[in-house]
């Protein structure tokens, strides 16, 4: 595999409406190592989180249509988010389409919004086009659009052959 390199703009994620956002990113792997990356539960593990000394405790994918997934991001204080949802496309290693669903605190299930991503090959690089759609609010899409960047540049340092998990 490839290590990433930031070889695109990498400005903050474009708000689409009230209730979207729209990040692209590029990096210097083929689609079918970044789509392994973004759907492998072992490479997920090395980089699902925002924070950069965060980690990633579970990782469960399911990976077809009707299939579930679950990822759990921790902060160095133990603080824990946990999200799933159902994947409605699987497309490797062109296109994901997912629901997105926050696990609450209080035990009951959150906002079911939907997630896009696009794995597009330019030469020996891939862009990776991620929407986020049905948003509750503009307070949760502005999260959403932090988060997401986020855990794209952990993404960029630690999803490829060459980090040490």
């Known amino acids: 595999m490839s290590n990433a ?3 695109a703009d990498t400005a903050d994620a474009v708000m689409t409406s009230e209730t979207s956002l729209r ?3 590029n990096f210097d ?3 079918e190592e970044v789509f392994d990356a973004w759907t492998n539960p072992e490479v997920l593990k090395r980089w699902w989180a925002v924070h950069p000394d965060g980690s990633t405790p ?3 994918v399911d990976l077809r249509v009707g299939g579930r997934y679950r990822l759990s991001m921790e902060n ?4 824990r988010h946990t999200v799933g949802g159902e994947y409605r496309e699987v497309e490797p290693p062109s296109r994901l389409v997912y629901t997105w669903q926050w696990e609450l605190d209080s035990g009951e299930p959150g906002h079911i919004s939907s997630v ?3 794995f597009r090959k330019r030469g020996e690089q891939t862009d990776v086009v991620l929407e986020h759609t049905g948003l509750p609010d503009v307070e949760s899409r502005d999260r959403h659009a932090q988060g997401w960047s986020a855990c794209m540049e952990i993404f960029r340092s630690r999803g490829f052959a ?3 998990a």
């Not at 160095?76 to 603080?79: C, F, H, L």
């Open 5 to 7: 390199t930031d070889t």
């Open 23 to 25: 990040l692209e990113r």
């Open 58 to 60: 579970v990782a469960e």
């Open 162 to 164: 060459g980090h040490a």
């Open 29 to 31: 792997a083929s689609p």
């Open 76 to 79: 160095p204080e133990g603080e």
């Open 116 to 118: 896009t991503v696009e």
